[in-house]
């Protein structure tokens, strides 16, 4: 897998709560870009 897109569109807090999801994405592909959507 080449790229992941997180999407959050809740408030900002609501990134930490999504953190181990990202860890574990890393974990699973380590050569993956990762980028985040959220809301300003």
């Known amino acids: ?4 897109l997180v999407v959050r569109l809740s408030a900002i807090g609501d990134i930490v ?4 999801l990202v860890a574990a994405l890393r ?12 809301q300003p």
């Open 1 to 4: 897998m080449k790229s992941i």
């Open 17 to 20: 709560f999504a953190s181990p």
């Open 27 to 38: 974990r699973r592909w380590p050569e993956a870009r990762i980028a985040w959507l959220v």
